[in-house]
């Protein structure tokens, strides 16, 4: 019914965006790893849509390409995920991690996921290692450019609920990691909160 939205970014948010389109503004769920690639305020941005309907409302998930769209329904079919385990481990993991956590049953990995214990990990390895096509899943490589601003990290990390202590702790534990860009940043950061 609702395959994309473009319009005019009106708020960015690690949960959600604000999307002015046609005068209305459309509130869009999104992994927490997209508010990095968002353009600025007042920019235009196309979303790959999941319209998503249940008894106590209906909500959009918006993603960058249809390859992600298309990866958060196949999770939304494994039994035990709704929309918001499959926005956090998307949130956490880019696509090729998840494609060769799964591939490898590396559990360890997907368990870092606020959210995904032991047994949910299994069963999203269990469900989908039989499904997927693993070749469109090879690793692909670090980002490595100059890391900007720990600020928007900082903010994304209080939104979603962690104490200024705790993002501190994790702020000295990553001082030395240079080369990297914000969302790379995030990740890390989301890993060592989850240990």
Do not use: C
Not at 59 to 64: K, M, P, Q, T, V
């Amino acid at each position: 019914m609702l395959d994309f939205i473009k319009g005019t970014l009106k708020e960015s948010h690690p949960q959600y965006v604000i999307i002015d389109w046609m005068g209305l503004g459309i509130k869009v769920q999104i992994p927490a790893s997209l508010y990095f690639k968002a353009p600025p305020a007042g920019g235009v941005i196309t979303l790959f849509t999941h319209l998503h309907v249940k008894d106590d409302g209906i909500n959009i998930y918006g993603f960058l390409n249809g390859e992600d769209r298309n990866f958060f329904k196949v999770l939304l079919g494994v039994s035990g995920i709704g929309p918001k385990l499959a926005l956090s481990l998307m949130g956490h993991l880019t696509l090729s991690q998840l494609y060769s956590s799964i591939s490898r049953e590396e559990i360890q990995v997907l368990t870092n996921v606020p959210g995904i214990g032991q047994k949910t990990a299994r069963r999203l390895v269990y469900e989908l290692k039989e499904k997927l096509d693993f070749d469109k899943g090879a690793v692909s490589p670090v980002h490595d450019e100059e890391l900007e601003v720990w600020k928007g990290v900082e903010e994304a990390l209080l939104s979603l609920g962690y104490s200024a202590t705790e993002i501190t702790v994790v702020k000295n534990k990553l001082k030395d990691i240079t080369g990297l860009q914000m969302e790379d940043l995030f990740r890390k950061a989301l890993v060592l909160l989850g240990k």
